[in-house]
C-alpha cells in the first residue's frame, strides 16, 4: 500500500487564523480525502479532492471555510480558515488505490486558541 | 440514511478470552464493509474487509444481511489486538461512512 505523510503534524493557532495542510502520497492515487476526528468521535468525511478541479464537499462543509488543492495525482491541500476554538480537531488525509483499499496519512492534530 | 452504529464505546476483555466488537449498518444498497484499526500512536489502518472473508490476526467478520451486521470477532484476545476499532462502510465512488468506534482493551 502507499504511504502518506501530512505536514505538520500538529500546530496550536490563534482564532480567526488560517493553516494550510499538505498531504503528501508516495506513488499515484486514484482518490484523495479529507477526514476530521473530533477528540472522541469518529472521523466525518470534509471532502473528495479532486485532481485539477474543485473538490466536492459533504453536508456542512463549505469551499469558503475549508479550500482544498490538489494539483496532481501524489498532492493535496486542505486549508482550516478563519479557525475557532471548534476546528480544533486531528484531520486526516486518505487515498484510494483501485484495489479499494483506503490508507490513511498520520493526521495533522490542531488546537486553536 | 446510510448509517454504521457501533454500540461499545468500550470493551475490555480478558486476555485469552473472546471477543466480539458490535456493528450493525444502515444502507439500501450492496453494502461493502470494513474493519480498520488504530493502535497506540499508529496511523488508522485497514484491518479486513468483507469481501475477502480472511482471518487477519485472528480476527474475522462475516456480513450478515438479514441482520445488517459485520460483527468482529477472534476466539482469543491478546494484549496487543489492545485498540480503538472502527466499523466502516463503503457507500459507492468510494465514499466511506464509519462508525463511532470501539475501544477494545485487553487485561493481562
Known amino acids: 500500500s502507499a504511504v502518506i505523510s501530512q505536514k505538520p503534524s500538529r500546530d496550536i493557532c490563534q482564532r480567526g487564523t488560517s493553516l494550510t495542510i499538505q498531504c503528501q502520497v508516495d506513488s499515484q492515487v486514484t482518490m484523495m480525502f479529507w477526514y476530521r476526528q473530533q477528540p472522541g468521535q469518529s472521523l466525518t468525511l470534509i471532502a473528495t479532492a479532486n485532481q485539477g478541479s474543485e473538490a466536492t464537499y459533504e453536508s456542512g462543509f463549505v469551499i469558503d471555510k475549508f479550500p482544498i488543492s490538489r494539483p496532481n495525482l501524489t498532492f493535496s491541500t486542505l486549508t482550516v480558515s478563519n479557525m475557532s476554538p471548534e476546528d480544533s480537531s486531528i484531520y486526516l488525509c486518505?487515498?484510494?488505490?483501485?484495489?479499494?483499499?483506503?490508507?490513511f496519512g498520520p493526521g495533522t492534530r490542531l488546537t486553536v486558541l | 440514511a446510510q448509517r454504521v452504529t457501533q454500540p461499545e464505546k468500550l470493551l475490555s476483555v480478558f486476555k485469552g478470552a473472546p471477543v466480539e466488537l458490535k456493528c450493525n449498518y444502515s444502507y439500501s444498497g450492496s453494502p461493502e464493509l470494513f474493519w480498520y484499526v488504530q493502535y497506540s500512536r499508529q496511523r488508522l489502518q485497514l484491518l479486513l474487509r468483507?469481501?475477502s472473508r480472511e482471518s487477519i490476526k485472528g480476527f474475522t467478520a462475516d456480513l450478515n444481511k438479514g441482520e445488517t451486521s459485520f460483527h468482529l470477532k477472534k476466539p482469543f484476545a491478546q494484549e496487543e489486538d489492545s485498540a480503538m476499532y472502527y466499523c466502516a462502510l463503503n457507500t459507492g465512488g468510494f465514499k466511506t461512512i464509519f462508525g463511532a468506534g470501539t475501544r477494545l482493551f485487553v487485561k493481562a
Open positions: 468483507h469481501i
Open positions: 486518505s487515498g484510494y488505490r483501485d484495489s479499494n483499499e483506503q490508507f
